[in-house]
């Protein structure tokens, strides 16, 4: 005689069974290793947006669609705690911050758009203690970050330099934490590659060295980038040096092109030549071949004469030769 099961009680025997097997060490391990793999998941990025991968690995990205070299501006934020994002007009710039908050954990992070002849902008400082006791140094680093770039809203790779050249001085006044921007494989995966040399979960050991390959690729993409110290980076490092020396010019000049004779005048058309100089330098720079080191050389030399002529109008000295 076939004795009939009612669905409730298999329903009940089934969740007996899965309780049961909770219950043993094996059980409590498999659950543990699951909970574990679904944090990795989770802080590895997985649940990010398209900005939020990017900027996981790389100091910059830009919507598509806009004419910028990307490699160029990597290059000059180099391996600082500095990110920047540049989004087409009309972005919304505060959710972006929102969307990287964990991606660019421990920067500064710029995002811009366009806004008719200026930048707008908008700054998330994720430095340590940014939200308790370093509050104060993380607002003032918001507010100076994106200072001087409005001059150069059709050149976002200068804007980039002028950003670059303020986070070098916050970190020599202290205002953020000076160091390298580090990419490292997070707790939970260490964590699964231990619950994978147990055996516990299946193929945790081929996630495990995966992402280890992927770090390692990444940090020896990190290497020899940081290792192309040529010309043309100290060409860059030059000609942003001279933006920031320009800018540091153009309180003086605002308070002294009013004036008549003197001195005074004497300072204002010695300014206007070297930002016409400078205007002429830039346009330069946009058609220069990296593979002439000539021409490199040639235009290093002239930035660094221009820098002299800007020093010396800073120490109100004579013009210095070329």
Not at 102 to 131: F, K, Q
Not at 256 to 273: A, E, M
Request: glycine share 10%; hydrophobic share 40%; charged share 25%.
């Amino acid at each position: 005689m076939t004795r009939s099961v009612s669905p409730q009680t298999a329903a009940r025997s089934w969740q007996g069974r899965v309780a049961g097997l909770l219950g043993t060490p094996f059980g409590l391990a498999v659950l543990a290793c699951l909970v574990l793999a679904g944090w990795a998941v989770w802080s590895g990025g997985a649940l990010d947006g398209a900005i939020a991968r990017h900027v996981r690995t790389t100091s910059f990205y830009a919507d598509p669609g806009l004419d910028v070299d990307r490699a160029e501006a990597e290059r000059i934020i180099g391996n600082r705690r500095l990110v920047v994002i540049l989004r087409s007009p009309g972005a919304d710039l505060r959710d972006t911050c929102k969307q990287v908050h964990r991606a660019a954990d421990g920067t500064i992070v710029l995002v811009l758009s366009r806004d008719g002849d200026d930048y707008d902008t908008y700054g998330c400082a994720l430095v340590p203690g940014y939200e308790k006791k370093n509050l104060g140094k993380a607002a003032a680093a918001e507010m100076i970050i994106g200072r001087g770039i409005d001059t150069f809203v059709d050149r976002p790779l200068e804007a980039v330099k002028v950003i670059a050249v303020n986070y070098d001085r916050l970190v020599k006044a202290g205002t953020v934490p000076d160091g390298a921007r580090r990419i490292s494989p997070s707790l939970p995966r260490f964590l699964l590659a231990a619950a994978a040399v147990t055996g516990v979960v299946a193929g945790a050991s081929g996630l495990y060295f995966g992402g280890r390959r992927a770090g390692r690729l990444a940090a020896a993409r990190r290497v020899r980038r940081d290792e192309r110290t040529d010309s043309r980076s100290m060409l860059s490092a030059a000609t942003a040096g001279l933006a920031q020396q320009i800018i540091d010019l153009d309180p003086t000049y605002a308070l002294l092109s009013s004036r008549r004779g003197g001195d005074d005048s004497t300072f204002v058309k010695r300014y206007r030549q070297l930002t016409s100089d400078h205007a002429a330098l830039l346009d330069r720079l946009s058609t220069l071949d990296d593979a002439d080191e000539e021409a490199v050389r040639a235009l290093t030399d002239r930035v660094e004469s221009l820098s002299r002529r800007a020093q010396s109008l800073t120490d109100r000295k004579p013009h210095p030769s070329p």
